[in-house]
């Protein structure tokens, strides 16, 4: 089974701190993408990663960084973070071929800025 | 612009019976769509999908059927059961994007015993 680990499943932090929130999958995938999910608006896509050093923004970048050094592993990071960033934060990775176009996500990470 | 809409934000079925959740989409270029079940807490996790050169597929409860020319697909699950009480998303994966799914916002079913 495909693994998505996120670091943290609560975080509470105050409004500039710098936010890391951390995932890695176990599967090897190419693929990793960080979401945002809030009530009302479903998923959306923040930035996703094809490989490693790679990097192109989804539909709302805005406030936001991410990393990907190794293959596994996919940060997303918030440089400042602000009250309007209070979510709850979804890894998704997807594997090669015909399988990419399935993706597999972590448990989620729900941030509270303060 | 939403392309992927649910516009049914919840259903409630009793348990035995058929839940049917729909899903519309504006964009021509998308070819491939999935559902996902989302329990609180937890990830959404893949349940079933279809390629937009077939019509319907089916496994086990679960059967999506997909509406070209309408622009429409649904999940049927059949029987329900409790524990299929959750948050579906339907999302859509455009024609070479080769990576990035768009969602719905989700329907909430709640199968009653």
């Known amino acids: 089974d495909v693994k998505v680990t996120q670091s943290s499943r609560y975080l509470v932090k105050r409004t500039g701190e710098k936010v890391f929130l951390e995932c890695v999958q176990d599967m090897d995938h190419e693929n990793m993408f960080w979401y945002r999910q809030d009530p009302g608006l479903g998923l959306r896509l923040i930035y996703f990663s094809y490989d490693v050093k790679m990097k192109e923004k989804g539909d709302i970048p805005e406030g936001y960084s991410v990393s990907r050094e190794k293959k596994e592993r996919f940060s997303l990071i918030l440089e400042s973070a602000s009250t309007n960033q209070t979510s709850m934060y979804l890894c998704?990775?997807?594997?090669?071929?015909?399988?990419?176009?399935?993706?597999?996500f972590g448990a989620g990470t729900r941030l509270s800025v303060l | 612009d939403q392309q992927v809409k649910q516009n049914s934000p919840s259903l409630s079925v009793q348990e035995g019976r058929i839940s049917i959740l729909n899903c519309d989409y504006t964009?021509?270029?998308?070819?491939?769509f999935l559902w996902y079940k989302k329990y609180p807490a937890e990830g959404p996790t893949f349940l079933i999908s279809i390629s937009s050169i077939k019509d319907k597929n089916e496994d086990g409860r679960f059967t999506v059927f997909l509406n070209k020319s309408a622009k429409h697909l649904s999940l049927h699950i059949v029987p329900s059961q409790p524990g299929d009480s959750a948050v579906y998303f339907c999302?859509?994966?455009?024609?070479?994007?080769?990576?990035?799914?768009?969602f719905g916002k989700g329907t909430l079913l709640t199968v009653n015993p």
């Open positions: 999302a859509a994966r455009e024609s070479g994007s080769n990576y990035k799914l768009t």
């Open positions: 964009n021509s270029m998308f070819d491939y």
């Open positions: 998704a990775s997807s594997g090669p071929g015909e399988a990419k176009n399935i993706q597999y």
